[in-house]
């Protein structure tokens, strides 16, 4: 490929509105451009990246026996009813309506149509198992899309479907599919780990998600030497429930806090540590509105507290709702004489009492005992896991890292069979409802995290496996015609050995190809100049390492082939 007959432009400054370093490095390498807020047209250069990522997946599925098909992107509303997820999803889910006054959706992820055509077509438990994938463009109308390609609202995704007979054959499946998705991203040049995670929206029993490790990530990972690991939505938090002695804690004291609503506040107006105190949060779910008490030096997990009382959805109240439950502003909240049910972290059985708010303001209550003061709904691991805290598995303290979500896989169970009656004959002739799971890739998200992983002041530094060429020659002087006939008798060479080489024949400063080629983040680059010709040289020199070195003229094609081979 001539890089002047290239469609690219490349930027030297950041755009404004990008944020991380992967959306300032596909703008400025000229990988992407944007239409419109979180919707984005892939260039020629960041689509053979984009391509050559969907080739490694394809490959990883259909080695662990999954199927490819393309499904509709539109959907019709009657499957999403039939699931339940129709008002259940939200805002996300882009709805509109046919010239008939119909309504369909743009769809975000594919249960409801794959479980709807797998119902029309299995009939018996000899067609079981089944695995069906697709790699398509999603859209989820993020309320607001930022970091480039990595929470946009028009994505490219690999989602694929297993179907088994029962719940031994799904935990098969899913093994096969965490196999392979190991296999990928380790294909793709990834730094990454599988971790538990909450299954959120897509629902199901269980789920992981693989997280390539980075700054800007935008989840948290904790993870253990001794190899466990889960997003801090799922991370499970141990406790040696070690109970003090209650029996001489002094009686419930009410307490006048002019002003003082935050626990900073409320810690320095009793002279008391964060761990003395415990915040009362109010959560609305569509199970009704419940109270959280955790420690005052702890976080609440939604995720957690959805988890708890079965419900889809948790957050955080309203002004308007708290008032309703406590009686008073949002700041005063506490256990005792709250109108909702109330639920502790388990974190508090370790405290002899608490100090938290007594439902009117400007007031707090101190010496609060559960069981004698109030009657706790339940106890229950309810907050988010911190560095140093117990591994769940181990007991080791733990490390916390960000995370980039690359994939998530998830053992969806009967959820959408027995709503959508996807069903088989077994082999006595009786009905089974089929069991299912659900695994999808970001593959835009994956081409962002892999420079998010792999980039330097100069640009990206592509892994061979992911680049969008794997050599660029870079001519100095393209007037010369000795040196233009050396760099096409290499690219030539190097083409029909099957290595992707782009050319740089334009007639430039060497200063101006050199950043040009460090940004764009190719690999191997051959520099050819006059003064080397004569002597029989070209200089080589790896991107990633910066190492540089002079080989001759003879030698260059087998040089630069045994390099890419091996890094493929």
Request: a negative charge.
């Amino acid at each position: 490929m001539e890089y002047s007959k290239l469609f690219i432009t490349t930027l030297r400054e950041d755009p404004a509105e990008a944020e991380v370093i992967s959306h300032k490095l596909m703008f400025r390498a000229g990988l992407i451009r944007k239409l419109a807020a979180g919707i984005y047209t892939y260039m020629p250069a960041g689509l053979r990246s984009l391509r050559k990522i969907e080739k490694i997946i394809r490959e990883g599925m259909n080695n662990a026996g999954a199927q490819e098909v393309l499904m509709p992107a539109v959907q019709p509303a009657e499957l999403w009813e039939e699931s339940g997820r129709w008002d259940y999803y939200g805002k996300e889910l882009l709805r509109f309506k046919d010239r008939h006054g119909r309504d369909y959706c743009m769809g975000p992820t594919h249960e409801e149509v794959i479980t709807d055509l797998v119902r029309r077509e299995v009939r018996s438990y000899r067609q079981l198992p089944a695995n069906l994938y697709q790699i398509q463009t999603k859209f989820r109308d993020e309320i607001r899309p930022r970091f480039g390609v990595m929470r946009s609202r028009e994505f490219i995704m690999k989602d694929a479907y297993s179907f088994d007979t029962d719940n031994a054959g799904a935990e098969e499946s899913y093994g096969k599919m965490k196999e392979a998705y190991n296999s990928i991203f380790r294909r793709c040049g990834l730094k990454f780990v599988a971790v538990e995670a909450d299954s959120g929206a897509i629902g199901g029993s269980f789920s992981h998600e693989f997280m390539v490790l980075a700054l800007s990530g935008e989840d948290e990972i904790a993870a253990c030497e001794c190899g466990y690991g889960a997003n801090v939505e799922k991370a499970e938090v141990t406790h040696d429930h070690v109970e003090p002695d209650r029996s001489c804690t002094p009686g419930l004291q009410l307490c006048d806090t002019p002003d003082v609503r935050t626990i900073e506040e409320v810690a320095d107006f009793f002279q008391a540590a964060p761990h003395e105190l415990a915040k009362t949060l109010v959560f609305t779910t569509d199970k009704g509105v419940i109270a959280v008490c955790v420690r005052g030096d702890h976080e609440a997990n939604p995720a957690k507290v959805k988890n708890l009382v079965g419900a889809n959805i948790a957050e955080l109240a309203s002004e308007e709702d708290v008032r309703r439950a406590t009686g008073a502003p949002t700041g005063f909240a506490g256990p005792v004489g709250i109108k909702v049910p109330v639920y502790l972290d388990r974190a508090l059985r370790c405290t002899a009492s608490f100090i938290s708010g007594a439902n009117k303001a400007d007031v707090h209550y101190r010496n609060i005992v559960p069981g004698r003061d109030f009657e706790p709904a339940g106890w229950a691991d309810l907050r988010f896991i911190k560095a140093g805290d117990p591994c769940p598995r181990c007991k080791t303290p733990v490390t916390v890292a960000r995370g980039i979500e690359v994939g998530h896989i998830f053992k969806l169970g009967t959820k959408y069979s027995e709503k959508l009656g996807a069903v088989y004959l077994d082999a006595e002739g009786k009905e089974q409802n089929i069991v299912m799971g659900c695994y999808g890739i970001g593959v835009g998200r994956t081409l962002a995290s892999s420079i998010e992983q792999n980039n330097d002041e100069n640009g990206i530094i592509w892994p061979v496996p992911i680049a969008p060429w794997e050599v660029i020659i870079l001519p100095l002087q393209v007037k010369d015609e000795e040196t233009m006939a050396e760099a096409r008798r290499i690219e030539s060479k190097l083409e029909k050995l099957g290595v992707e080489v782009l050319l740089d024949d334009r007639d430039e400063r060497p200063g101006v190809k050199f950043k040009d080629a460090d940004l764009l983040g190719i690999p191997l680059r051959i520099t050819l100049g006059s003064r080397g010709l004569k002597e029989g040289l070209a200089e080589v020199k790896e991107r990633a390492t910066g190492i540089e070195s002079k080989v001759g003229l003879a030698d260059i094609v087998p040089t630069a082939f045994q390099w890419v081979t091996e890094r493929r």
